[in-house]
Structures are given as C-alpha cells and as structure tokens.
C-alpha cells in the first residue's frame, strides 16, 4: 500500500492550494483518511479527517478556511485550503486506515508535501 500526495508549493497569503493523496495498492477498504501537518520545531498536528462515510473533523485553526473530501471510487483524499496565512506553513502529510483482506487495520502516511504560504 502506498499514499502519494500532491499539490503543495509556494503561495501568498490569502492565497488557495489543493492537496490530494491517492491510495494504491491491494486492500480491502479505506476507513478514516485525513491530513496531518509539521512545521519546523513542531510536533505533527491534526488538521482535518474524513470517514468513509462522508463525516468531518477540523482543528480550530484551519475551520471555515480548508474543506477535506474524498472520492471513495478513486481512493484518494483531498485538502482544498483557502485564506491561507503564514502559519499554515509546513509539511502536509496524508493519512489512511487501510482494511486488508483479512480485515487487519493499518495507518498508512504519504511522504508529505510542502505548503510554503510567504509574501
């Protein structure tokens, strides 16, 4: 199983960036998804989570600004982050637990991808 995000760069403050994270591999199904970021000196942080079916989790400093989704069909998850500022800088990571076949459950992170937001 492998988690390959996208989507990070350079943005201004004010500024929109979208984030994806596909899921590959041999599974049997994907329960919770969700983002997680690191900004140097800081521990990893919970920024959004989504469940299969569709429920939302947001920390308080990202709500009303970033909208977590996903496409169950294509097994990816995805970041839409607006107004974004200065201290959204870090390092986006996905995660997903991944159901196998014999129903085990695992978390598996992407390599993370970095969100730079600078004037």
């Known amino acids: 199983v492998q988690l390959q995000a996208s989507g990070g760069g350079l943005v201004q403050p004010g500024g929109s960036l979208r984030l994806s994270c596909a899921v590959s591999?041999?599974?049997?199904?994907?329960?919770?998804m969700g983002w997680y970021r690191q900004a140097p000196g800081k521990q990893r942080e919970l920024v959004a989570s989504?469940?299969?079916?569709?429920?939302?989790n947001y920390a308080d400093s990202v709500k009303g600004r970033f909208t977590i989704s996903r496409d169950n069909a294509k097994n990816t998850v995805y970041l839409q982050m607006n107004s974004l500022k200065v201290e959204d800088t870090a390092a986006y990571y996905c995660?997903?637990?991944?159901?196998?076949?014999?129903?085990?459950?695992?978390?598996?992170w992407g390599q993370g991808t970095l969100v730079t937001v600078s004037s």
């Open positions: 989504v469940t299969r079916g569709g429920s939302t």
């Open positions: 591999g041999s599974f049997f199904s994907l329960n919770d």
């Open positions: 995660k997903a637990e991944v159901v196998g076949y014999g129903l085990r459950r695992d978390d598996y």
